[in-house]
């Protein structure tokens, strides 16, 4: 597998891929990879003829009180993932690199769906999201590429921005990857203590007893998250942040839940903040 740690390199790269008439699929990532993304790997490599990762840390993306010297790093472990997994090249630019000319002058605005679930704490996070995705888009000029549906408002979000932009990219999502006790892949999961680790599954319990409640017949929304809540209740590591269900296309809270809903869920498990989600099917 290839690195590229410069635009230069990566350009280079890529022009010998579209000389032999590749067909070229972006994963963009920040790294410390899990089976998660080598799930979205697996999918970019059923898409297209050549698989590009980008590792990059996207300082544009976290506030001022988040988690970006804290977020796990680990660009060698992450090459012999990538290497195993099939990818034809690994971007992994410095900060400096990405962003020569320090922070972009001209950002994407993700507009008003940005302004629910995560995006109403993270204030400025799908703003840093989108302009890192573009620019990653500009640079690496994929047919397609592919993100997880555990952000699930990132991708809704991505595959808008490029709808709308008229990017020219065909934006895949791929399903959620958990471990055996339900909790959703993360690469921010190892950031937990013992005993977050082992309240963290709650999280996904909460939302599969909603979905047993929507299958039993409950169509009332705010039914569905109070059992949300009440499944977290007595979890002493465990704050929820929201607990919300949206329409999946435009994110618009929905007081009557209908097959195809979904039922989004961000807490704090300790200090490190989990997301996750699930369709009401
Ligand atoms: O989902 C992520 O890891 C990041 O938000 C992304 C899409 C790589 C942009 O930095």
């Known amino acids: ?67 970006l010297e804290r977020y796990p790093r680990d660009l060698d472990r992450d090459r012999g993932l990538l290497t195993h997994r099939g990818a034809d090249l690994c971007f992994a630019p410095s900060v400096g690199e990405m962003y020569p000319d320090g922070e972009p002058r001209v950002a994407v605005d993700p507009g008003p769906m940005a302004r629910s679930l995560c995006g109403r704490h993270r204030p400025g996070h799908f703003r840093g999201v989108l302009t890192v995705v573009a ?84 169509r009332d929304g705010s039914v569905l998250l109070s059992r949300i809540r009440s499944s977290l209740e007595g979890k002493s590591c465990i704050r929820v942040q929201y607990a919300e269900l949206v329409d999946p296309e435009t994110l618009e809270p929905l007081s009557s839940a209908v097959p195809g809903a979904v039922l989004a869920l961000a807490a704090f498990v300790g200090e490190t903040r989990l997301i996750d989600n699930l369709e009401l099917l």
């Not at 000389?19 to 990879?33: D, F, I, K, N």
């Not at 997880?148 to 979000?157: C, H």
């Open 135 to 218: 620019r990653l888009f500009g640079l690496v000029r994929p047919q397609v590429a592919v993100f997880g549906r555990k952000d699930f408002q990132q991708a809704v979000l991505i595959r808008t921005m490029a709808r709308d932009l008229e990017m020219g990219v065909q934006v895949e999502t791929a399903p959620v990857v958990r471990e055996a006790d339900g909790l959703a892949l993360s690469s921010r999961n190892i950031l937990l203590g013992e005993d977050e680790r082992k309240e963290a599954p709650a999280l996904y319990a909460g939302l599969e007893e909603a979905l047993r409640a929507f299958q039993g017949g409950e």
């Open 1 to 67: 597998m290839i690195l590229c740690r410069t635009r230069r390199e990566l350009r280079s790269r890529l022009r010998q891929f579209r000389e032999e008439g590749s067909a070229t699929a972006l994963v963009p990532t920040m790294g410390h990879l899990h089976e998660g993304h080598l799930a979205l790997v697996d999918r970019a490599r059923e898409l297209a003829d050549r698989v590009v990762v980008s590792v990059f840390v996207n300082p544009l993306q976290f506030g001022p009180e988040e988690d």
